[in-house]
């Protein structure tokens, strides 16, 4: 099984981008998700996450901007990012624990997807 982040891409200071991570086989459940996310020069950061309690936490940096959410019938998992600014510029990975057939995975990295916030 793997993650893959999408939805990466170059944008205007103000701007909207909205990342997706989603599995290679089909998931049963989340109990934790997380999108992270590294600027070069410096390290992984906990940008959101959400619990299987659907509960979220944000980094103050991105508090409303950011949400995270998870649609409820293929479980991928969101990052709607608006008023992006430039120090929001990184590689964006999501992170989860999840069964996917008869498996269970913990802290599992999906590949990242790079944002780039500049005019």
Known sequence: VQLQAY???LVQPGGSLRLSCAASARILSISHA???RQAPGKQRELVAALT??????YADSVKGRFTISRDNVD???YLQMNSLK???TAVYYCNADFC???ACYNDY???GTQVTVSS
């Open 34 to 36: 997380g999108w992270y």
């Open 86 to 88: 430039p120090e929001d």
């Open 7 to 9: 939805g990466g891409g």
């Open 109 to 111: 990295w999906g590949q």
């Open 100 to 102: 996917s057939g008869s």
């Open 52 to 57: 299987r309690g659907r509960s979220s936490n």
């Open 75 to 77: 479980n991928t998992v």
